[in-house]
């Protein structure tokens, strides 16, 4: 989708070279006696690189950029040096005066508009320059095409934004992921505590039965109310004939009977 949502690109690239005059840079004063003609391609020199570098750093200021219609942090981009943004100029570099300009946009019509400005102001600032220092038209330094591409239709922006919304997106996916999975593990509660083994602790020993009964009997007297303990059955006459003989309290009830029947 990025592919195809994103803007086209559009890129020219125009390689210069400056070049001295014929009869070189010195004008005789005697029209009689004529400075000898010398090749062009044959002149270069120091001074001649040291002509691009002064060009390339005027071109490259602010006002002459916004001149030329390139805006800070606009869609179009220009690049002005001496070749070395072009891999087909980095091994001659060193061996001539040359000025590279390149310029990258979103229409055709806008790449190739601001390459003819860049040109023509580059030549502009040569002129001015030579005339400002009082130097003869005769000996002006001048400035050829080396090469020209035209414009054409780049691929690679919309390709690279492309690849761009993908790694963001994998960014945020894994992210969200990693989130949901933290949330997961912090939501799960602790495992309980493992239960004391019931075999190691030792049951209470068994009561015996009377002791049951006893108990149960001496809790119902004690915490009933005192009309159900005057319901209990009265004890019975053994267990008083018992009592009595024991704690001297009262004679057995049979005594008399028993003293009767002997004599």
């Known amino acids: 989708m990025a592919f195809f949502v994103g803007s086209p690109r559009y890129e020219t690239e125009s390689s210069l070279i400056l070049t001295a005059p014929p009869s070189g840079g010195t004008l005789s004063m005697d029209p009689t006696k004529p400075v000898g003609l010398t090749n062009p391609l044959l002149q270069y020199n120091d001074g001649l690189r040291t002509v691009a570098g002064i060009l390339i750093l005027a071109l490259n200021s602010k006002d002459e950029l916004r001149k030329l219609g390139i805006e800070e ?3 179009t981009e220009i690049v002005i040096d001496d070749g070395r943004s072009n891999a087909d ?8 005066p040359f000025i590279h300009i390149k310029v990258v946009s979103r229409t055709a019509e806008t790449a190739k508009g601001i390459l003819e400005r860049a040109e023509r102001r580059l030549r502009e600032e040569l002129t001015s320059y030579q005339t400002s220092l009082g130097a003869p038209k005769s000996t002006f330094i001048a400035v050829n095409n080396v090469a020209l591409i035209p414009v054409e239709y780049d691929g690679g922006g919309k390709l690279q934004l492309a690849v761009e919304v993908l790694v ?11 989130l949901m999975w933290i949330r997961r593990v912090r939501g799960r509660t602790a495992p309980a505590e493992p239960a004391e083994d019931e075999a190691d ?3 209470p020993a068994a009561e015996p039965e009377a002791a049951k009964t006893l108990n149960g009997r001496a809790s119902v007297i004690s915490e009933g109310p005192s009309e159900n303990r005057d319901s209990d059955d009265p004890p019975t006459e053994e267990f008083a004939r018992i009592n009595g003989e024991m704690l001297g309290l009262a004679p057995d009830p049979r005594k008399p009977d028993q003293d009767g029947r002997a004599g």
């Open 201 to 203: 602790v030792p049951e």
């Open 89 to 96: 100029l980095l091994g001659v570099v060193t061996q001539g």
């Open 73 to 75: 942090n606009g869609s």
């Open 168 to 178: 963001v997106a994998l960014l945020f996916g894994f992210g969200a992921a990693y």
